[in-house]
């Protein structure tokens, strides 16, 4: 059974340092896998989708890496800023499902100090 | 942007009232999802539909049932509200058929069952 995880659950850090934040997966037989980004009380905003067959993916200051063989991925936020608080989450999108069902993690609450 | 909205932001129902979460995306997506958000539970698939018409149970499906008469439309129903529905329900839109597409989702409608 797939199980994400994320490591670690809160983070507080100065604003203007790199963070990262990792999810690791039990099985690596998925499709792809996505990272969100949720403020509190609202919806998730996607921020990365990595497919199987990638290693990374880029968008701004935020890079996703992909390591299947090992059940890894990392977030990376450049220069972290106040407006970059928030609960991050990552989802596995695994195989041998019908390819709809999505496990997320519980997240990784990031608060970032001015 | 691909734009999903849900009818209601906040919601307060009596217990066995009958609830309609509505949610509408305007990409044309062949795929929509209805989640459920606990704190320490995580997100949690009730349904999804590939297609008008079309459902699948997710993990959760008790106590709910669903609708998909339009491409863009999905509702979710809680036919007899009851407390332990209280909740955050997320709606989510996916374009096409293959299984590597990227989730959006909705704002997200805060339930309350008294």
């Known amino acids: 059974k797939q199980e994400v995880t994320q490591i670690p659950a809160a983070l507080s850090v100065p604003e203007g340092e790199n963070l990262v934040l990792n999810c690791s997966f039990t099985d690596s037989a998925i499709y792809n896998l996505q990272w969100f980004r949720q403020d509190p009380g609202k919806g998730l905003t996607s921020l990365l989708l990595i497919q199987s067959s990638q290693r990374e993916q880029t968008s701004g200051r935020l890079n996703a890496s992909l390591d299947k063989s090992s059940g890894r991925s990392t977030l990376y936020i450049a220069a972290s800023q106040p407006g970059d608080s928030a609960t991050y989450l990552c989802a596995v999108r695994p195989q041998g499902t019908g390819g709809f069902k999505t496990i997320f993690g519980a997240g990784t609450r990031l608060f970032v100090k001015a | 942007d691909v734009k999903v909205t849900q009818s209601s932001r906040y919601l307060v129902k009596r217990t066995g009232e009958k609830v309609f979460l509505e949610c509408v995306q305007d990409?044309?997506?062949?795929?929509m999802f209805w989640y459920r958000q606990d704190p320490g539970l995580g997100l949690r698939l009730i349904y999804f539909s590939y297609d008008v018409k079309m459902k699948e149970k997710g993990d959760i499906p008790e106590g709910y049932s669903v609708s998909r008469e339009k491409k863009e439309r999905f509702s979710l129903i809680l036919e007899s509200a009851s407390t332990n529905q209280t909740s955050m329900y997320l709606c989510a839109s996916s374009p096409g058929r293959t299984t590597s597409n990227e989730q959006f989702f909705g704002p997200g409608t805060r339930l309350t069952v008294l």
């Open positions: 990409m044309d997506h062949e795929n």
